[in-house]
């Protein structure tokens, strides 16, 4: 690390422990924005994020495709010529079952609310480090680009998959750094694909005591998803052999597990198949008319998608039953190089900030960091901790709301100062290397 990069980060984080309070205050208001996807609108939320980014006096524009759910993009260029770092957030979050949510309360040391996890924390630190790091330009090398986004919880039609059917140019960037939940203890570099569809059954319906007469849907169903679950559930997955190998490794494993929960290493090397909808039927004794079910299914890197969708699709077909694939939120498995130079960076600085280290492991949701991945863009993940996400419980501490907006900082200093080596870890593949594009 060059000495003008340490003392910029120095300066960053004695800034933002001044500015602990305030900031604290900005996250609380931004959770209080029901920014709930669906039905997705953000304009309230999107006016939040202009009105902070005019007080701070930097540039940006807001776009949509969709009224209601519009996106900001800002960028300033520094003093030399150099690379292009893009932070990027989402501002939708989860519907709740616990209004108290809204409230965005401090209990024990702990920010109660919706997007507490998932991922207004991790926006927000995008935000202010695109504004902390503004009047600090002339000292970097490059450009910072600052992407907040609609519509992640529903697939990102409306949101970076339109920033990159639309502005590819200008936030496709060299590197992408995103909020998104990922706990501080280590460093999400692939991320499971899905394949998300309906199960539909139809008959003409009757009387239960004839199932002479017409077929059960709902029983039609069952068998179905059953039938699945027997088929792929929990199924080991076949990995890249290198892959495989930083997921199976003890480091991984006990980061993982200390994570998400003793088991979430050995679910990250293996396809899940989760049936979160089941309708049909109004009464007991009646053959209903019809039955739906909406399933999820997710796969580790080197799962093939399109063979999986033509089998289900040919058990559908066997079952008598109808298969929609719910194009927008389906998607292949992404990866990026765990020991390169962004990746490096974080860790070193979860290392120099926290004091302790941040193996390699897998995400189990779904991020908008594969937008970038697919092209070969490195991108890494900062935010707080996952745990919580979606549950009545959904928090961020305070000390991690202002850990997270200090690592995206020094992330985004090392970065546009050159500090990073992505030369400087062992081990690392050269098949990684070709999948990664790094």
């Given at each position: ?82 690379r292009h770092l893009v932070l990027n957030g989402h501002m939708d ?93 280590n460093i999400r570099f692939t991320e499971k694909g899905t394949l ?117 699709e040919a058990l559908a077909a066997d079952h008598g039953c109808a ?116």
């Open positions: 690390m060059s000495k003008d990069a340490a003392i910029l980060k120095s300066a960053l984080c004695r800034t933002i422990d001044e500015k602990r309070d305030e900031i604290i205050g900005l996250l609380r208001q931004f959770l209080r924005i029901r920014s709930v996807n669906p039905p997705g609108d953000m304009r309230e939320a999107a006016a939040f994020v202009r009105t902070l980014l005019d007080g701070f006096g930097v540039p940006h524009r807001t776009v949509a495709l969709k009224d209601s759910m519009p996106n900001i993009i800002g960028r300033w260029d520094a003093g030399a010529a150099g979050v989860f519907p709740v079952t616990d209004e108290r949510l809204w409230n965005a309360d401090i209990v024990d040391g702990r920010i109660m609310g919706r997007g507490a996890s998932d991922m207004k924390t991790g926006t927000l630190a995008a935000i202010l480090t695109y504004c902390y790091l503004y009047p600090y330009r002339a000292h970097l090398t490059g450009a910072l680009t600052l992407t907040v986004v609609s519509d992640e919880q529903s697939g990102g039609r409306y949101g970076t998959k339109y920033l990159f059917d639309a502005f590819a140019d200008e936030i496709a960037g060299d590197c992408c750094l995103n909020g998104e939940p990922s706990g501080l203890a998300r569809f309906s199960l539909s059954a139809q008959s003409a319906g009757g009387h239960g005591g004839y199932p002479h007469r017409a077929p059960n849907p709902i029983e039609q169903i069952c068998k179905l998803i059953a039938g699945i679950y027997e088929r792929y559930h929990l199924k080991l997955a076949t990995l890249p052999a290198d892959i495989d190998a930083i997921l199976a490794s003890p480091e991984s494993v006990a980061a993982a597990d200390a994570n998400l929960g003793a088991g979430a290493a050995d679910n990250a090397r293996r396809i899940t198949v989760n049936a979160g909808i089941i309708e049909g039927g109004r009464k007991a004794t009646q053959i209903p008319t019809g039955c739906i079910a909406h399933i999820d299914i997710r796969f580790p890197i080197g799962s093939d998608r399109d063979v999986i969708r033509a089998d289900i298969m929609v694939v719910n194009e927008d939120h389906s998607y292949p498995a992404s990866i990026t190089d765990p020991f390169g130079e962004m990746a490096t960076i974080l860790r070193g600085n979860i290392k120099d900030l926290l004091g302790h280290e941040a193996p390699p492991v897998c995400s189990l949701g779904g991020t908008d960091t594969r937008y970038w991945r697919w092209r070969n863009i490195p991108a890494i993940i900062c935010g707080p901790s996952p745990i919580s996400m979606g549950t009545d419980d959904e928090h961020v501490t305070v000390d991690e709301a202002i850990a997270v907006v200090k690592l995206q900082a020094m992330c985004a200093v090392d970065y546009m100062t050159g500090a990073g080596n992505p030369h400087q870890a062992e081990g690392r593949s050269a098949s990684s290397r070709r999948r990664t594009g790094d």
